[in-house]
């Protein structure tokens, strides 16, 4: 079981900068979990945003590399996603998910980002 919240969200123009953070806890050891970041705009697919896994890798969409950084925070059981050069086309509620090695997903209840033009 993992239990998982986001914070940092909010309203920020474009151009401008933002942290997200998700604060994970359960019985699944947090450094065994591949983490991730999706979102959700209004009457779009949610979509991947960024990944990192348990040995570190870390995966993009392209709409986002170069701008977004994902990282992870093994003794604090943490995940961060920090969104540089903001666009109002990034905004969407993002939500926070957790994959464990049997492929069972946990989601954040979500962080909404809004990025003014």
């Known amino acids: 079981q993992v239990q998982l919240v986001e914070s940092g969200g909010g309203l920020v123009q474009a151009g401008g900068s933002l942290r997200l953070s998700c604060a994970a806890s359960g019985g699944i050891m947090f450094s065994t979990l591949a983490m991730a970041w999706h979102r959700q705009a209004p009457g779009k697919q949610r979509e991947l945003v960024a990944a990192?896994?348990?040995?570190?890798?870390?995966n993009y969409a392209d709409s986002v590399k170069g701008r977004f950084t994902i990282s992870r925070d093994n003794a604090k059981n943490t995940v961060d996603l920090r969104m540089n050069s903001l666009k109002p086309e990034d905004t969407a509620v993002y939500y926070c998910?957790?994959?464990?090695?049997?492929?069972?997903?946990?989601w954040g209840k979500g962080t909404l980002v809004t990025v003014s033009s």
């Open positions: 998910n957790a994959v464990t090695v049997y492929d069972i997903n946990y």
């Open positions: 990192i896994t348990n040995g570190g890798s870390r």
